[in-house]
């Protein structure tokens, strides 16, 4: 029997599916589990390798003598000891960013190692265990826009694998642009583009005096009067869904009458 609930848990491919299904025919078959970093449909915490040469000749081994009277012991079961070692690699990782208690939720497989070990911009490194099913989920709670880096380690800290690197870029919307702003006597229009679908935020001074969803990748926000200052100074963010807040940028300041463009 398979169980159908670990796959969609831990995202098992179709191929990831084939490889257990072989992994358990071939206990069925009289195979033994081989080695735990084992490059084997026999590996115990296997879903990465389909049938290798170690296995079909465990397996050759396991039929190669005759049967005594049309019977065999179903306990005897044979180990395949010649395998190719497993290189350990960080893989399949995907992340995504929850604004409400400001984590980066970060997911992947572990082949060859049983810790991950976790990295953000200058902070220490933060190690985490990998589960039985070679998979870990990391939640890790952050500030600013720095990289994470993602590789594995050995029982001592040793770097052992690849190093996979997240970006503010992957985590983090971009920064909106603006493009042209002019200022009258009833107010500042800011010509903006913009990611879409995404929720824009105007600040003056710090303060938030508008706030909008965003559909079109091309926005015009008006700013009355009121809501200025002699001295204003104004600033705008974006946020995607799944995506952190990005940089604030600022707008060029204009007094009543001037105009700004950036030509491209």
């Known amino acids: 029997m398979i169980n159908r609930a ?6 098992y491919s179709t191929d990831d ?6 992994h358990e025919l071939g206990h069925a078959l009289g195979l033994a589990h081989n080695k735990v ?6 590996n115990p915490a296997n879903r990465f390798y389909g049938i290798q040469p170690c296995d079909v000749r465990g397996m050759n081994k396991r039929y190669s003598t005759a049967i005594d009277n049309d019977s065999v012991n179903p306990n005897q079961y044979v180990d395949v000891i010649e395998y190719m ?4 690699r960080v893989s399949r990782v995907s992340y995504k960013y929850n604004a409400t208690n400001k984590q980066l939720l970060i997911k992947g497989q572990a082949e060859g190692f049983s810790k991950i070990a976790v990295k953000y911009g ?7 265990k990998v589960d039985k099913h070679s998979a870990f989920n990391v939640k890790y709670h952050f500030k600013g826009y720095g990289t994470f880096t993602v590789y594995g380690v050995n029982r001592k800290g040793k770097i052992v694998s690849n190093k996979y690197k997240i970006g503010s870029n992957k985590y983090a919307t971009e920064k909106p642009v ?3 702003n002019t200022r009258n006597k009833n107010g500042e229009k800011i010509y903006l583009s913009n990611v879409a679908p995404s929720t824009i935020r105007v600040f003056n001074r710090g303060k938030l005096v508008k706030e909008f969803v965003a559909d079109s990748s091309g926005n015009t926000i008006f700013i009355s009067q009121k809501k200025l200052r002699k001295s204003n100074s104004i600033t705008i963010d974006q946020k995607e869904f799944h995506k952190k807040t990005s940089v604030r940028v600022k707008v060029p300041k204009l007094s009543i009458g001037e105009n700004n463009v950036i030509n491209y």
């Open 6 to 11: 670990v796959f969609e848990k831990y995202g």
């Open 37 to 42: 970093n084992s490059k084997s449909v026999m």
């Open 85 to 88: 070692k497993v290189k350990p």
């Open 178 to 180: 603006v493009y042209k």
């Open 17 to 22: 599916q084939i490889h257990v299904a072989e």
């Open 122 to 128: 200058h902070n220490k490194v933060r190690i985490f």
